[in-house]
């Protein structure tokens, strides 16, 4: 299956914005392939307003949040992979979502020829959710 963050972020921005709120994407500036202005990232991450008044050509694919915004008046486009959102959330009162670090996709998902096929049917263990408040 497809990674589901993209779709989570997606309708949580959706949520935030209906409600009057201000979504804020906070990023992990580290990753690779992530383009934001360096001079505003603090220990590692930034915290992008992605509001529909504070950005223009918002565009959250399934890969990547990108989108052209203003800092300090400079007109500067983002690009942020997906993998490297950390969380979205309102401004005004905290409600959001953290992610879990993903793990990179591989390259080939055909697993070596010496690998056992992987079971098929239920998987094992217990599914593991979380309550967000």
């Known amino acids: 299956m497809t990674p589901s963050r993209p779709y989570i972020m997606r309708a949580l921005y959706e949520w ?3 409600n ?8 992990d500036a580290t990753m690779e392939d992530v383009s934001v202005p360096e001079q505003y990232v603090k220990d590692g991450q930034i915290v992008l307003n992605i509001s529909p008044t504070a950005v223009m050509d918002l565009d959250m694919s399934n890969d ?12 500067t486009d983002v690009y942020v ?5 950390v969380g979205i959330y309102a401004r005004e009162n905290g409600q959001g979502m953290v992610f879990e670090p ?8 055909t697993p070596p020829e010496d690998t056992p096929p992987e079971p098929s049917g239920k998987p094992e263990g217990r599914p593991s959710l979380k309550i967000v408040k």
């Open 81 to 85: 992979p997906v993998t490297a959102v």
């Open 16 to 18: 935030i914005v209906d």
């Open 64 to 75: 990547a949040v990108v989108f052209n915004g203003r800092f300090g008046g400079v007109a």
């Open 102 to 109: 993903e793990d990179p996709p591989e390259d080939d998902p």
């Open 20 to 27: 009057s709120c201000t979504p804020y994407i906070l990023v």
